[in-house]
Every structure is written in C-alpha cells, then in structure tokens.
C-alpha cells in the first residue's frame, strides 16, 4: 500500500514538474508578432448601420514584416479597405488588437494618433483629389506635411527633401505644377512623394491605380517599388488590378472578414543567369486554427457542412462527408 502511494506521488511530482515547464517555456516564447512591423491579433472590426450589426472584419490575424512591399486583395466588402482604415489610424476595431511599429493602434489617445498619422504612416487614396491640394504646387504639397510635423528643420531642408522625392518618383519636372495642370499619373506619384515627406515606416495605398490606364499605372507601381528599394520603406496596397497584386512578392487574400490565402513569389537565378519567378499559393491558418477553404475546391467535391480530418505523418488529409454515399457504400 505505502509502494503504491508513494510510486502515485511520484507521477503527481512528474505531472506537476512537466506542467511548470511548459509553463515556463510558454512564458518564455516570444509575443505573437514579435519583431514584426504591423501586428493584428484576431481583430474584429463591426458596424452598426439602421441597427443591423455588419461584421466587416471577423477575427483577422496578420502579420507584415519591416521592409515587405505586399498587396492585400478581396472582393468589395471584404474587410480590406476597413483594415486599411485601422492601420492608417482613421478607425478604431471593435475587438482584438493591432499595432504598427510599436504604436498599439488601441491605446492611442489623439494627441498620440496625430502623432502616429504624421510620422509613421503615409497614406494614397484612389482619388487623386483627395491626395493633393489644388492651390499648392507639386513641391509645396511635399513640403506641406514636413512642416506640420516639424521632423525636417528649416525652408531650405525642406524644399531639398522635397525636390529629392519628386525626382525619385520620376516627376521632377512637375515641382512647378498645380495638380490640375498634371495627368492622373504624374499626379499619383507626387502623391507618394507627400505620404513618404515625413519618413514614414509604412505607406499604404487604396487602390492607388483604380482611375489610371494602364501604363500610367505601371508607373505608379514602379515609384511605391523605387520607394521600396531604395527608401526600405514597408508598403501595403489595397488593389483589384491583377498585375499589381502579381509584382509583389506576396499576395494577401482577403475573404469574409479574415485572411483567407496567400501567394508568396520567389525569384531563382540559373547558372546561366535567366530569372524565374515562383508562385506558390498557401491557405492561412489562424491563432485559432481556422482556415478557409477555397470555394472552388468546396464545389468540385461538394463540400457543405462539415469534413473528415485524418493526421498523417506528413500531412492532413480532407475528406468531404457525404452520409448519404457511405450509406450506399455499405449497403
């Protein structure tokens, strides 16, 4: 009796002993996100329109690193121009949590969001009137917001900086122009060269080439990649235009108010120095180990309700549940 009580002891101290320890190594394993420029943390985001509830984002998890120059696309009402809006510091989600470096987007009061929105973040809309003021010129509109957050010191300094980034945008020669006297490209890309006048560690665009002709928006993707390069300067971009979404390096789907796939391009050098690029297409697994299926795949294996999940070695496997058909199966 006493070898049974003690060898009972004995496995409870074990029990007890393994549990510490993966509590300490859970403590001790980094922040979700940690070192990432832009974090969301199953954020949700609801709208309350004639007293109907509208989940516009349902618990979306994401991640995007210092330097990356991505794309985020979805169909209309997608959640993406919303998450747009948090990240810029134009709303405010309803749950969860999202920070951009290091500024936690839920805590900010408005002197701390003012802040935020004149030195971290730049922002492109769609409509070229809503980036530019028509009385000013091209450099004064990139000088207007260096004063206003007072980062850059002096007339001169500005002006220079000014002038820099008007050159890098390749519209230089428009310094001197009000935007009515600038095609929707030229206009676009001074544009970029305001969002970017303050230093910013993240530039965002909505549809940034939404109202441009083709080559015009070929230029417009080739300044934010030019500020990219060069400036180091992360780059999100909200954008049905699929050759944009197929420039970067990846490609975030959004679908129903979470992420719902992504496409990551790698670029490989031969021995004999040809370049190809690799599209690999991956769906998104989140913090709660959600994912969404592809509805093409739902479709061509009728799936509906539910499905069976079988571990393997190496793999899930995913099997549609049709009852009706193993009834017939065993029968």
Known sequence: MSQDTSGTAERDRVTLAELERRITKGREQPAYGHGALIVCDRLVRIFTAQGVEVQ?????????????????????GSGKSTLLGILAGLDMPT?????????DLLALDSGARLRYQREVVGFVWQQTSRNLLP???????VVLPMGLAGRVKGRQARADRAGELLDLMGVGYCADRRPQQMSGGEQQRTAIAVALANHPSLVLADEP??????????????????????????????THDQAVASAVDRTVAIRDGRTASEVIRRTSV?????????????????????LQLPRDFTRALDIRDRVMLELEPDHIALRPDHPEQDGQANR
Do not use: K, P
């Open 56 to 76: 516009a984002l349902q618990g979306l998890d994401l991640l995007v690193q210092q330097g990356e120059l991505m794309a985020l696309v979805g169909a209309s």
């Open 95 to 103: 749950a969860g949590a999202a920070s951009v470096a290091g500024f």
């Open 135 to 141: 009385y000013l010129t091209a450099l004064q509109n």
């Open 209 to 238: 080439t939404g109202q441009l002709d083709s080559a015009s928006a070929a230029q417009v993707f080739d300044a934010f990649r030019t500020a990219n390069e060069q400036l180091g300067t992360t780059i999100v971009v909200v």
């Open 270 to 290: 031969d021995d004999e120095g040809r370049t190809t690029v690799h599209a690999s297409e991956y769906a998104t697994v989140d913090r709660s180990g959600r």
